[in-house]
């Protein structure tokens, strides 16, 4: 059974640190580009950060570059997302994504709350 579960969501001020991390399991992990997606409320889904499967290359949303960092570990079949320097503007539910363009397979977890206020 596929599953994505993520935490370390929660409350923080304007400025502050979170991690958030993402366990897999149930499919072939290191095959998988990981993502990090945010949806805040009564806006779309949009994408945050990717690390593909080779090569652990990574890419970011403009509006976070420079304070996020996405990170993997193939042999624990764990994802990170670091965030700093977090604004109020993060505030969003944030999920983990695998997914494998060429060979299928695309999954979610079911998100973990980011809150930041002061």
């Known amino acids: 059974q596929v599953q994505l579960v993520e935490s370390g969501g929660g409350l923080v001020q304007p400025g502050g640190s979170l991690r958030l991390s993402c366990a897999a399991s149930?499919?072939?992990?290191?095959?998988?580009?990981m993502s990090w997606y945010r949806q805040a409320p009564g806006k779309e889904r949009e994408l945050v950060a990717r690390?593909?499967?080779?090569?652990?290359?990574?890419s970011y949303a403009d509006s976070v570059k420079g304070r996020f960092t996405i990170s993997r570990d193939n042999a624990k079949k764990m994802v990170y997302l670091q965030m700093n320097s977090l604004k109020p503007e993060d505030t969003a539910v944030y999920y983990c994504?695998?997914?494998?363009?060429?060979?299928?397979?695309?999954?979610w977890g079911q998100g973990t709350q980011v809150s930041v206020s002061s």
């Open positions: 149930g499919f072939s992990f290191s095959t998988f580009d």
């Open positions: 690390i593909i499967s080779l090569r652990g290359l990574t």
């Open positions: 994504n695998a997914v494998r363009p060429l060979l299928g397979g695309n999954y």
